[in-house]
T-cell receptor, first 113, second 113 residues
């Protein structure tokens, strides 16, 4: 059973517009959430994270929003650029779980020029 | 630092053969993870070492899989005997101390024919 779900396998956005990637989770013990980006033939690279004590974290063009009551988080990229085209993974961690990361299946983002 | 280094990048082997994947974590990182990525199951944690000691191997699929970390700078994942269903991309990742921000290698693409 997937504890972290990314229900959209793919997303296509026009350059300059906003990209919104969504992630839902089921485990209320998760207290830290991360987004990773993955290009083909490379390993995932860390993008941005958020602690459960916050509801928003911003880093340049990237903002992550956390809605604990809905067990939902989203990654906003604005403005989107062609170089953002990649697979984005949502991951979650629980303090009592050896800090293991539980991963979603990923969303493939295509930013069209 | 060169980052997490995995070898080989690609491995093609025949069913029944032994396969050994190698990983050198980032110097100073004291936790190491082996992941397997498939289309159907996404990123699955196979095993997690902390200070060279296996902490959680609940993700290791079966006895054909084994992992070692003889020292802080080297780990191996061995599959013996290999089967076609083991075909996947295997990633190694390392973290420092109690951080959850993992750094990934470029992965080994394993094909068992």
């Amino acid at each position: 059973d997937q504890q972290v779900k990314q229900n959209s396998p793919s997303l296509s956005v026009q350059e300059g517009r906003i990209s919104i990637l969504n992630c839902d989770y089921t485990n209320s013990m998760f207290d830290y959430f991360l987004w990773y980006k993955k290009y083909p033939a490379e390993g995932p690279t860390f993008l941005i994270s958020i602690s459960s004590i916050k509801d928003k974290n911003e880093d340049g063009r990237f903002t992550v929003f956390l809605n604990k009551s809905a067990k939902h988080l989203s990654l906003h990229i604005v403005p989107s650029q062609p170089g953002d085209s990649a697979v984005y993974f949502c991951a979650a961690s629980a303090v009592g779980n050896n800090r293991k990361l539980i991963w979603g299946l990923g969303t493939s983002l295509a930013v069209n020029p | 630092d060169a980052g997490v280094i995995q070898s080989p990048r690609h491995e093609v082997t025949e069913m029944g053969q032994e396969v050994t994947l190698r990983c050198k974590p980032i110097s100073g990182h004291n936790s190491l993870f082996w992941y397997r990525q498939t289309m159907m199951r996404g990123l699955e944690l196979l095993i997690y070492f902390n200070n060279n000691v296996p902490i959680d191997d609940s993700g290791m699929p079966e006895d054909r899989f084994s992992a070692k970390m003889p020292n802080a700078s080297f780990s191996t994942l061995k599959i013996q005997p290999s089967e076609p269903r083991d075909s996947a991309v295997y990633f190694c990742a390392s973290i420092f101390d109690s951080s959850v921000k993992a750094f990934f290698g470029q992965g080994t693409r394993l094909t068992v024919v």
